[in-house]
């Protein structure tokens, strides 16, 4: 029986799964999943791409703007004597052209670099997609190799900027971009040139040029090829293949470039073993020699060139920048006086600071004032940027009390590292004193020397722009005003006396020394650095006077119109010192300082506004005084090299060059200064501390003479001991003419004031001091003794006669022989004369008994000329109250043991004007005079023998103080000093003779009278 079976096309038979139509369902799934994916990426590339091309991540150059790319360039800054002394720039960068680069580094450029640099153009698509997958895909940025050289001087040229994870693929396109405009500009030469002069070598150095300078201290064209290899193997990373260090690992490196040099073609293998064997031949220098040089002043030539090139724009209407534009400033800086002068200062500021230590003992010099500390922490730069932050003043103690890694300045030795707070360091710094150094050429104005501070680099502020006092070097600015203006004629002599002065609020100015009595002309008031005189002068001149003088000589900063400011009291900077004091050597006329002299471009093109540093002849400048004050003035200075204030400049350092100057210090010994002359220089020291209560207590070691002389003094020396600086050596000022010379022709000091100067700031009306002339005849003259002046201001003569007009003829004239010894008035040692007053105006008595003038009061004498003729007896004189001090303006131990110091006496309330006076016997003080380090000079106990006078003496005393009843009395057989103390050392002929026996006299030669004379 047949089976019928029914088809169920519900039950349809299973299909095995291991036919495969399961799984190839998935697999076009998944394929078009990855069609859909790749034309996603596509277009992200390409929108990409295009987002980057049209500056949705940033600008990209344009062709024009990269035809105008210009690399920047460091300016550079030269000395007169053509020495490369700095640059300006922002990176230290010197371009050099690419026929100027060696062969064998662009070779090791290229075969380390870039391989097949010559053959893209701008990208290489090799390199591309292996960014693409290993730095864009795997974000491996330290996979590199994907940038040309092209790339890279695009990433040096405009930088990278961060785009959170886009910025490897922002940055990486960018640079694409850039690159292929770039390659259509400019060939593969220009290109690698620029590259060379971009990259940077570490240690902010930019440019092979830079690199070979700074590694080799050698330019970039006497590269030998293994050091080229050693500065590309750099590139790679600048730090760690740093031969400098890591010496090892640049040889490392440089091997490696060498070995692909080889497989380049570019070295044969012999070549390439032997130059792997070379040492490395470092010669490491941050900085050339020259280059370290003059820091302060190549920031005052940086301020000049950035106001020059604000007012001086160039052809296409913008600004030179100094800092790109690699100019080339040439200054009037000699290179090896800047040498001579940082190192003048740094032998005498270490030898003085060595003093201040031991001065102090371990103290600090500020004591227990805590403002001092305050304010140089109010000061310090780190204090005003956390103020300009916003800090508290807690937040800001917080900080300054915190340790930190500093390096810290020490004479010593080699600066220190040390763990400090902010405020450990502000304590450390200001135990040392400072200085400043100016020289300049008084003719031309040029600065050939400056020097800001003990150490450029530790202690940034310019000491020489610093305002401080400037004590007695203002005297002479004083004094030339006076004469200009003819108020006064170098021959004035002024009382030495302490006066009060009402109309200025009873200011009663002191002498340094407290030393009063006798008088000095204005040479020796300057020499001597005498406070009385100079208060004379300048309230004679008048103040007002004086201070548009001083402004007119190049003086800017503002000087307060008191009289006080002939003691120096005005604060003014010492470059302005330096410009004044330039006028009295170059004839009288205004010096500016110039710290240019030319300005070109890189190519060498001298670029306008020359006004602004060109020198003009000095010629042409404006005059400030007539030559014959500027030469009485130098005249003046060079007597306080000679016998004042500086003589130490030819006691100790003995220097026999033309020179003269100026010592100053300040109240409390403050500001020490001490302004130079010399025919071809003028230069000035300043020192002190940094806040004005940081100075020594004691006036020797703390005057000008000791602080600021001695810089001024060593520097010289080595100037001098320069063969190339002979000319300066052996100059001579000009000659002064027989005018000036003759108004110089008196002594600098004598006994007796010859004439009083009113308490009041009016100027004579006649021109001289003197009310009257007065005519005088000696009668029945003594033989004066052996070896005594008989000079006098006019000459010896038996009779003179004044002129209302002036003081002194101080012409000179031929000497006559009298027939009976004689004298005449104004000698510093008196010899005994009988004389007969001629017509007095107020003859008193014909009595030939003793008289004695006693003040009824200290008050003013209602006429101080000329009193009453008077016959007088000699008593003992007043015992001295205090020993002879040396003058403060320097030190005590300074004095030579054979050096004479013109005597001082105090007032006494009887003083002799007349034109015929008698002087004071000897009666010497038992006792010695003891200076320090010096040996003891014992006194000689003087004779006295009396001879009756008759003289016209008038009656004066001090506003102050009323000196005791002092009888005048005649001159012994043999001369003595005048003095404070009595027991001076015995003054012959202006040189001091030892005491003893006449054997030794005579084994002590001859000497001569402080004011001329015969031979003893």
Known sequence: MSETRV????????????????????LKTLMKIGIALLIIGVVAIFGFYFAVLYGAFGHVP??????????PVASEIYSADNKLIGKFYRQNRTNIPYKEIPAHVVKALVATEDARFFEHKGVDTKSMFRVLIKSIILQDESSGGGSTITQQLIKNLFGRKRYSFLTMPVNKTREAIIARRMEHIYDKNDIVALYLNTVSFGENVYGIGTASERYFSSPAQKLTVEKGATLIG???ATTSYNPRLNPAKAIQRRNVVLNQMQKKGYLSTIQTKDLKKRPLGLDYSVRRETEKLGAHFKSQVRQIVEKWAQEHPKSDGTYFNIYTDGLKIYTTLDSKMQTYAEGAVKEHMKKLQFDFDKHWQGRVPWGGDKKVITAAKQRSRRYKNLKAAGKTNTQIDRVFLKPVPMTVFDWSGEPKEKNMSPMDSIRHYLKFLNTGFVVMEPYSGHVKALVGSIDQK?????????????GSTFKPIVYAASLHHEIFKPCQYFPNELRTYVDYDDWTPRNSDDQYGGAYSMRGGLAKSVNTVSVQIILETGVERVVDFAQSMGIKTDIPKVPSITLGTAEIPLREMVAAYSAFVNGGHETPAQYITKITNHSGKELGGKEMYTNVDYRRRSRIMEAETAASMVEMMEGVVDSGTARRLRSRYDFQSPMGGKTGTTQKQTDGWFMGITPKLVAGVWTGGSDRRIRFRSIGLGQGANMALPTWALFFKKLYNDPKYSEYKYATFKGASRDVLADLNCPIYVTHAPAAIPNRPSRPSSGSVFDEPVVTT????????????????SGSSSSSTRDPGSIFDNRPTKPTKPSTPSRSTGSVFDEPVVTTPTKPRKPSS?????TTTKPSSPSRPSKPVFDEPVVTTPTKPRKPTKPYIPPADDVVEDVPDREYEPPRSRPSSSGSSSSTSTSTGSNRTKGTIRFPGKKKVPPTSGSSSTTTSTRTTPTRTTPTRTSPTRTTRTTPTRPSTVGSSGNNPRVIKGKIRPKGSKKDKKKRGLFRNLFGGKKN
């Not at 088809?7 to 190839?24: H, T």
């Not at 530790?458 to 400037?470: A, E, G, M, P």
């Not at 000696?778 to 201001?793: K, L």
């Open 7 to 26: 088809f169920d096309k519900n039950k349809q038979p299973k299909k095995n799964s291991s036919d495969g139509s399961s799984g190839g369902g998935i």
């Open 234 to 236: 750099m590139l790679k």
């Open 62 to 71: 344009t062709l024009a703007e990269l035809r105008a790319i210009q690399n």
């Open 846 to 850: 014909s009595s030939t008994t003793t």
């Open 778 to 793: 000696p009668t029945t003259p003594s033989r004066p003794s052996p070896g005594h002046s008989t000079g006098s201001h």
């Open 458 to 470: 530790y202690f940034k502020y310019d000491n020489t722009n610093s305002r401080r006092q400037v």
